[in-house]
């Protein structure tokens, strides 16, 4: 089963290496990196490997560099291989950034950026704290975001995440916008994003390295190139994609993209209605992208006894009229959910697994084994067998008794 704390980022469409290349060579960062180690040459330096305060000055009083700047852009320098620190105290020229893949050369630049966080990166402490979800929020609007929305987003991850009281917030709102304009201002600088009026977006290197470190965390994140060639493809084929893990859930996106809701719909309640558990799973996930467009073509699914259930639901939650579920369809529906797990053929050997359903297991256990599901007893076999807890597994067994001994 797909792990909860997976983000699913749309594909975004990569600029060419040799384009990439050269915009990061462009990055303010890097060229004042690269003067900043062309003006150090060989000296001496302190203890902690940084210039001293007097090469220091010199250093922004002659390259005309922002001082708040320096201890990061020597960082860049060091880490970039730009200059090379010996264990003697001095410093001297490295082998460049021309020495690596200039695109792993910027990989570091943007990981020595983001490492400074928890120093004080952008000297707003809350704008430090949620940079990542900040940068990853606009990497997922490719045409830009204005910076009150920004603001607001943030605001609320705040409040949300960090617990945070009102008073803060009420102060916040007066500081935040002035705060999250400087951070701006120094990411552009970075390299990472690009101002256009209120709307603020991420440059093509910041694509990139947004979705470098996305992936690096785990998260979903594909090219364009990688997830076109779905999109020509059957729902049938597509979800046998997801499930066998060729494809990824944004790959579902652009295949949506591409084709009328209704007709969308259609296929995937076809899937749905004639596949096993695993394939219905995965039709469903992709159906609750649809919004209402897609009303009438579901709706026809309520005469399909595999799938008429998740219809009702899906229309229900959209506000549209749609028939009552009642408590048998609910275990009707526990038993389809974790049916799945036998049909993707993964371990089964925590109790995570069988958490998907978010209910007392106890008590759920004897109503699935009174529904008309064609997976009910295998799905108590695997219950009595796998759970983890003694009595609920007990229950599954006593329960799959029953199931057998019905004419």
């Not at 704390?5 to 469409?13: I, N």
């Not at 201890?71 to 003697?88: C, E, F, I, S, Y």
């Not at 159906?287 to 008429?308: K, S």
């Amino acid at each position: 089963m797909a792990d909860s704390d997976v983000l699913t980022f749309p594909p975004v469409d990569l600029a060419p290496d040799e384009e990439l290349a050269r915009m990061v060579r462009d990055a303010p960062i890097v060229g004042d990196a690269v003067r900043l180690a062309g003006w150090t040459g060989v000296r001496e330096v302190t203890e902690r490997g940084l210039l001293t305060d007097a090469d220091a000055r010199a250093a922004v009083a002659e390259l005309g560099l922002n001082g708040a700047r320096l201890h990061l852009l020597w960082v860049v320098a060091v880490n970039g291989r730009l200059l090379d620190v010996t264990p003697g105290g001095s410093a001297r020229p490295g082998p460049g950034a021309g020495a690596a893949d200039p695109m792993e050369f910027w990989d570091g630049v943007v990981m020595d950026i983001l490492d400074r966080t928890e120093e004080g990166l952008t000297g707003s402490r809350v704008v430090d704290e949620h940079l990542t979800e900040i940068l990853a929020t606009i990497y997922s609007v490719r045409d830009g975001m204005p910076m009150a929305n920004l603001a607001g987003g943030i605001l609320q991850a705040h409040e949300v995440g960090c617990g945070a009281r009102q008073t803060e917030l009420r102060r916040l709102r007066m500081t935040l916008p002035g705060e999250l304009a400087e951070a701006m201002a120094l990411l552009e600088y970075c390299g990472l994003i690009e101002l256009t009026g209120d709307l603020v977006r991420l440059t093509e290197p910041g694509v990139w390295a947004v979705r470098r470190d996305l992936l690096r965390e785990g998260h979903d994140a594909p090219s364009l190139r990688e997830v076109a060639a779905f999109a020509g493809q059957s729902a049938g084929e597509l979800i046998d994609a997801m499930l066998t893990g060729r494809a990824s859930a944004s790959a579902a996106t652009l295949w949506l993209e591409r084709r009328a809701p209704e007709d969308a719909a259609r296929e995937l309640v076809k899937i749905a209605s004639s596949g096993n558990a695993a394939q219905r799973g995965t039709a469903g996930t992709i159906l609750e992208e649809l919004g209402p467009e897609a009303e009438h073509a579901v709706r026809e699914a309520l005469g399909e006894p595999m799938m008429w259930r998740y219809a009702a639901a899906w229309l229900g939650v959209r506000d549209l009229d749609a028939p009552a579920l009642g408590e048998g369809d609910g275990a009707w529906v526990a038993v389809d959910t974790l049916a799945a797990l036998l049909y993707l053929g993964a371990p089964i050997d925590s109790v995570a697994h069988f958490d998907i359903l978010g209910e007392d297991l106890l008590v759920l256990v004897p109503e699935m084994g009174r529904v008309d599901h064609p997976d009910t007893l295998a799905v108590l076999e695997m219950l009595g067998r796998h759970h983890p807890e003694p009595l609920i597994a007990k229950t599954a067994r006593k329960t799959a008794m029953k199931v057998r001994s019905r004419p």
